[in-house]
C-alpha cells in the first residue's frame, strides 16, 4: 500500500488491518465531524496522503491496492466518526471505472446509474456518435457529493441496450447541478446532462458489472451504519453515566438500562450482518451467497438504525436534539443512510425471493453459509 500504510495490502494480516483502523481513527479524532458547503479539504488531504482514499483499488490503477477486509475496516471507522467525506462513494465510482478500463483520476469522485436501488438515479438518453464517443441527455438524481467531484462515473444503458460507464468531467459545457443535502447534510445534488463524451471516456461495461456495483453500495452503507450505530449507543450510555436525575445517575434505572440493552443488541445484530457480508463478499461480490449476505446486512442495519436513533434520543431527552450537541451527527446519519443505497423494505424483498428460490429444503444450508 502506498504511503502510510504497509506494503502488500493483498494478503494483509489482522495486525496490519488494526494499524489501518488504529491510524483512520487518529485521522478522524484529528478533524471535526461537520458538514460545511463543501469538502472538508485537511481531512481528505490527509486521508488521501495516508493512501486511505481508494484503499481497495490496485497500485497500477492509482490506489493503495487493498483488500475487501480493509475497506470494510475503514468504513466502520468512518460511520462511528461521522466523518463527512466521500470514502464510499469515491471508492465505489473508483472501482466501476477501472473495472471499465478508464482512467481513475485523483480527488473525490462521484458515482451514478439507473438501478432504481440507491436513490441516485439515471434517467438518461445515450446515443452513440460516428467517433466513437456518446451524445449524452438527461438527469442524474440525488448524486453523493457532485459538487466536490473531479469526475463523475456513471453506469448506463447504451444505445444498445448494453450497459456503458461514462467519465463525466462535472465542469464541462452541458453539465449542470442543483444542490442538495440528505438528512445528515451530507451532499446530495441533481445533475443535468447535455454534452457529448468523447471515445476516451466511455467504454463498455463488463457483462455483470450492474449486479456488483449494486452490492458494494448496499455493503459500504450497511458498514457505514453498523458504525454510525455504535456512535449513537456510546454517545448515549456515556450520557446516561453522567447525566443525573433524582441523586443518581439515569443510568441507574431499570427502565434505561433495558433501552440501552436493546440499542446494543440492536448495534451488535447490525455490526455482525455488516462484517458477514464483508467477509462472504471478499470470495467475490457477485456471487449468490455474497449477494444474500450483503441483502441480509443491508436490511438488518437499516433496520436497526430506526430503533438505535429513537433510543439515543429518549436517552438524551431534549438536549439530543440541539444543534449544540453532537448526537445528530449519529442519528440524522442513521435516519438518512437508512433508506440509501436501497431501503430495508427493498432488500427484505430481495431475501424473500432468494429464500422462495431454494425452497424448503435449501433454507438451512443458504442460513448457514451466509453467517
Not at 488491518?17 to 481528505?44: I, Y
Amino acid at each position: 500500500m502506498n504511503s502510510g500504510m504497509n506494503a502488500g495490502a493483498g494478503s494483509a494480516t489482522g495486525s496490519e488491518t488494526d494499524e489501518l483502523v488504529a491510524t483512520a481513527r487518529s485521522v478522524f479524532a484529528d478533524h471535526p465531524a461537520e458538514v460545511s458547503d463543501g469538502l472538508p479539504a485537511p481531512l481528505w488531504s490527509t486521508l488521501t496522503e495516508l493512501g486511505l482514499v481508494q484503499l481497495s483499488l490496485p497500485e497500477e490503477a492509482g490506489g493503495s491496492g487493498g483488500t475487501l477486509a480493509d475497506l470494510a475496516a475503514l468504513l466502520l471507522v468512518a460511520g462511528e466518526a461521522a466523518a463527512p467525506v466521500p470514502l464510499a462513494e469515491t471508492e465505489l465510482a473508483g472501482w466501476l471505472l477501472h473495472s471499465a478500463g478508464l482512467a481513475v483520476p485523483s480527488g473525490v469522485l462521484a458515482v451514478a446509474w439507473d438501478s432504481g436501488v440507491s436513490g441516485t438515479g439515471a434517467a438518461l438518453d445515450v446515443r452513440a456518435e460516428s467517433d466513437g464517443g456518446y451524445a449524452v441527455s438527461g438527469q442524474l438524481t440525488r448524486v453523493g457529493w457532485a459538487r466536490a467531484a473531479a469526475r463523475l462515473a456513471v453506469l448506463a444503458t447504451g444505445p444498445d441496450g448494453a450497459d456503458v460507464v461514462l467519465s463525466v468531467d462535472p465542469a464541462a459545457a452541458g453539465v449542470s447541478l442543483t444542490e442538495g443535502t440528505n438528512l445528515a447534510g451530507e451532499p446530495r445534488d441533481d445533475v443535468r446532462l447535455d454534452l457529448r463524451i468523447a471515445e476516451a471516456d466511455c467504454a463498455a461495461a463488463p457483462d455483470g458489472t450492474r449486479e456488483p456495483l449494486v452490492r458494494r453500495a448496499a455493503l459500504a452503507r450497511a458498514l457505514l451504519l453498523a458504525g454510525a450505530a455504535g456512535r449513537a449507543l456510546a454517545g448515549s450510555v456515556r450520557y446516561a453515566g453522567e447525566r443525573v436525575q433524582f441523586g443518581r445517575p439515569i443510568a441507574k434505572f431499570q427502565a434505561i438500562q433495558q433501552q440501552l440493552a436493546l440499542a446494543a443488541a440492536e448495534v451488535a445484530a447490525g455490526r455482525a450482518a455488516a462484517e458477514a457480508a464483508a467477509r462472504i463478499a471478499a470470495g467475490g461480490v457477485a456471487g449468490p451467497d455474497a449477494g444474500f449476505a450483503i441483502a441480509v446486512a443491508k436490511a438488518r442495519t437499516s433496520e436497526a438504525a430506526g430503533v438505535i436513533a429513537r433510543i439515543a434520543h429518549q436517552v438524551h431527552g431534549a438536549i439530543g436534539f440541539t444543534l449544540e450537541h453532537d448526537l445528530r451527527l449519529a442519528t440524522t446519519r442513521l435516519w438518512a443512510w437508512r433508506e440509501e443505497d436501497g431501503s430495508e423494505a427493498h432488500w427484505h424483498a430481495v431475501i424473500a425471493r432468494r429464500v422462495l428460490a431454494e425452497g424448503a429444503d435449501g433454507l438451512w444450508p443458504l442460513l448457514t453459509r451466509a453467517s
